[in-house]
């Protein structure tokens, strides 16, 4: 199995390279940010991504929006996701992208070799890997009230609307106001399901999600 990994901690890089081609995998590259894993993927095709979620520059999100973009672009190749901490919201975005050959893993995990390399081939061959953690979270949040319960009937109406894929502009015509209640509107859901504040293209994406109950 041919594997690339994207990682900004040098050691932990060169550890988890180490590991896995002892484990008798082949690491065709590893690299240190989003931007080289995307063109690491480009150019070798691997049967699957190893990546941290926060990576330079900004260290907020960068490895899952070049995880996300593998998906989109390659949805053949495997993606396994690595967190320091459980970020439920990263998990469900992951997730969201539908189909298999997807993992998040918290990077404890990476200290037991047998299950981290287990999970690589599991993802590897098309299956889902969830850390035990992010599953126990996200289970409890399912028993938590339901956070669409704070939005207003209008804001459930603009909340439908945009998981239609309906712009702004489709929004205010398809419900007769303006483009600034819309803007309104819009940014009372964001608040109202504690969305972090990153650019709107990506909580739009989240406020989705949460809709169609992800």
């Known amino acids: 199995m041919r594997v690339v990994i994207a990682e900004d901690s040098t050691l932990l890089r060169q550890g988890i ?3 896995l081609t002892e484990a008798g995998l082949q690491v065709v590259a590893a690299v240190a940010d989003g931007a080289a894993l995307l063109g690491a993927v480009a150019e070798h095709r691997p ?3 190893v990546t941290d979620v926060r990576m330079p520059p900004t260290f907020v999100d960068e490895g899952l929006r070049a995880a996300l973009a593998i998906r989109a672009e390659w949805p053949g190749t495997g993606v396994l996701v690595l967190s ?12 969201g992208t539908g189909g298999g050959g997807i993992g998040y893993l918290l990077k404890d995990r990476v200290d037991d070799v047998d299950d981290f390399v287990a999970a690589l081939e599991r993802v590897g061959a098309g299956e889902t890997v969830l850390d035990p953690e992010v599953v126990k979270q996200l289970l409890a949040r399912g028993g938590r009230r339901d956070p669409l319960a704070a939005l207003s009937a209008r804001e459930l109406d603009v909340l439908k609307l945009m998981a239609e ?3 702004n502009t489709d929004i205010a015509e398809g419900l007769t106001i303006s483009m600034s ?6 940014n009372s859901i964001f608040t109202k399901l504690d ?11 989240l406020a989705v999600l949460r809709y169609l109950g992800a």
């Not at 901490?85 to 992951?94: C, D, F, G, P």
């Open 195 to 205: 969305l972090p504040k990153v650019d709107g293209g990506h909580r739009r994406v």
């Open 165 to 167: 894929g309906a712009s």
């Open 17 to 19: 390279a180490l590991l």
């Open 181 to 186: 209640a819309v803007g309104k509107h819009i």
């Open 47 to 49: 049967d699957v991504v």
């Open 84 to 95: 320091q901490y459980v970020e439920e919201r990263y998990a469900v975005e992951l997730v």
